[in-house]
């Protein structure tokens, strides 16, 4: 089993960054991919940043530019998020998934390629 543990999240000011961390644990053999995801009430989730093994990343158009995902020895995941807008309001899920046959996949915003979730920091950023 894999453990995805989030930290974080907060309120800011409009125009203000934040930094959103993810570390996994458990049985993280193989190959893999990590993302982050967001969701907001009352809409579907949404793929906001991805990366893979081989340092691949993928931006939603709504945030390219602003927001960077990055990961430290396949077990901590990064999100800056920097020039924060009210849109970005929503919550942040760490998202992860490990092969073990060691193929490589590659990075994706679509939920549906991930296993393992985090259980989900709010984000708030004001007017």
């Known amino acids: 089993q894999v453990q995805l543990v989030e930290s974080g999240g907060g309120s800011v ?3 203000g960054s ?4 993810c570390k996994a644990s458990g049985y993280t053999s193989g190959s893999y ?4 995801f967001r969701q907001r009430q009352g ?12 340092g691949t990343k993928g ?6 530019g602003r927001f ?13 998020m920097n020039n924060l807008k009210p849109d970005d309001t929503a919550t942040y899920f760490c998202a992860a998934s490990y092969y073990f046959n060691g193929y490589y996949y590659p990075q994706s915003l679509h939920s549906a ?14 007017s």
């Open 113 to 126: 390629d991930y296993r393992y979730w985090g259980q989900g920091n709010r984000v708030t950023v004001a």
């Open 33 to 36: 991919r990590m993302a982050w």
């Open 13 to 15: 000011q409009s125009g």
């Open 59 to 64: 931006y939603a158009g709504s945030v390219q």
């Open 18 to 21: 934040l930094r959103l961390s």
């Open 68 to 80: 960077a995902i990055s990961l430290d020895n396949a077990k901590s995941l990064y999100l800056q």
């Open 43 to 54: 809409q579907e989730r949404e793929g906001v940043a991805a990366i893979d093994e081989r």
